[in-house]
């Protein structure tokens, strides 16, 4: 049997687990266009004709994809708002991508070392 005390316990936890700080829906949509704005300059990174990247494409779009994967994990995920172990395992999983990715692409030709020499 719950006493008035006891409900009213509840009824703080319940309160106090809502009080996490989140952005507003205003703050979501820029978001959502400082995302807008990264994808078209990646997509804007095909077009050779204007803009010929050599071998800063590689490189920029890996910088792209990580500010991209930052700006998603910590608003639409929530992530900056609870604890950093959750932010710490994304990252580290993104550096493990990145190595992996590095790797792959190094394999087939790729040497960021070769950006610098010319």
């Known amino acids: 049997m719950t006493t008035a005390s006891d409900s009213a316990t509840v009824e703080d936890t319940v309160e106090n687990d809502e009080e ?7 703050g979501y949509v820029k978001v959502a266009l400082l995302l ?5 300059l990646e997509v804007f990174t095909y077009f050779e004709s204007v803009v010929d990247w050599g071998k800063a494409l ?4 890996l910088v792209m994809m990580v500010i991209k994967f930052g700006v998603v994990v910590a608003y639409f995920m929530h992530l900056k708002f ?3 172990v959750f932010t710490r395992v994304f990252v ?5 991508a990145i190595g992996v990715y590095l790797a792959m692409i190094m394999a087939f030709g790729f040497h ?5 020499q010319e």
């Open 92 to 96: 580290a999983g993104l550096l493990f």
């Open 58 to 61: 590689v490189p920029a779009l």
């Open 82 to 84: 609870d604890s950093q």
């Open 112 to 116: 960021p070392w070769e950006i610098f």
């Open 36 to 40: 807008a704005v990264i994808t078209a």
């Open 20 to 26: 996490h700080e989140h952005i507003s829906d205003w």
